[in-house]
C-alpha cells in the first residue's frame, strides 16, 4: 500500500514497518505466551493424571497387601480353631476314658468289698458255730449223768 504511493516519505515507510514489526513482535509474544500458557496448563494436568495413577497403584497395592495379612490372619484363625476342636475332643475323650476307668474301679472295689465282707461274715459264723458247739459240749459234759439220759 505504501510502496504503491511513492509520495509517501521514507520515515513515514520506516515508521510504518517500525510499528508492523513491532505489532509483529507482541503478536509473536502474545503467542509465545499462549503457547507457554497451555504447555503449563498441560503439564500441570499430566503431573496431576500421574499422581493419580501413582496414588491408586498405591492405593491398590496397600488394598492387596490388606487383603493378603487378612487372608493370612484368617487362615491362622481357621488353624488355630480347629486346634482347639481337636484338644477339646482329645480332652474329652480322655476325660470319658478316665471316667469309665474310674466308674470300673467302683464297681471293682464294691463287689470286692462285698466279696470280702461275706468271706468275713461267714468265717465269722463259722466261727461262733463252732464256739456255740464247743460251749454245748462243755456244757453237756458238765451236766449230772441222769440228765444226760433224758435228754437222748
Known amino acids: ?18 510499528k508492523q ?3 509483529i513482535q507482541h503478536f ?7 503457547l507457554l500458557r497451555r504447555q ?13 495413577r501413582i496414588l491408586i497403584a498405591r492405593h491398590n497395592v496397600e488394598q492387596d497387601l490388606t487383603r493378603e495379612e487378612l487372608n493370612k490372619r484368617q487362615t491362622q484363625k481357621d488353624l488355630e480353631h480347629a486346634m482347639l476342636l481337636r484338644h477339646h ?6 476325660e470319658f476314658r478316665h471316667l469309665g476307668t474310674i466308674q470300673k474301679m467302683r464297681a471293682e472295689l464294691i463287689r470286692t468289698q462285698h466279696q470280702t465282707e461275706l468271706t468275713n461274715q461267714l ?14 459240749v462243755m456244757e453237756v459234759r458238765q451236766q449230772p449223768k441222769s440228765l444226760k439220759v433224758n435228754y437222748t
Do not use: G, I, V
Open 21 to 23: 514489526k513491532e505489532n
Open 123 to 136: 468265717e465269722y459264723n463259722k466261727r461262733r458255730e463252732r464256739e456255740l458247739r464247743r460251749k454245748h
Open 28 to 34: 509473536q509474544a502474545e503467542e509465545e505466551a499462549n
Open 40 to 52: 503449563r496448563q498441560y503439564l500441570e494436568l499430566e503431573c496431576r493424571r500421574f499422581k493419580r
Open 1 to 18: 500500500e505504501l510502496s504503491e504511493n511513492q509520495s509517501t516519505p521514507k520515515k513515514e515507510k520506516q515508521e510504518w514497518l517500525s
Open 89 to 94: 475332643e482329645s480332652m474329652q475323650e480322655l
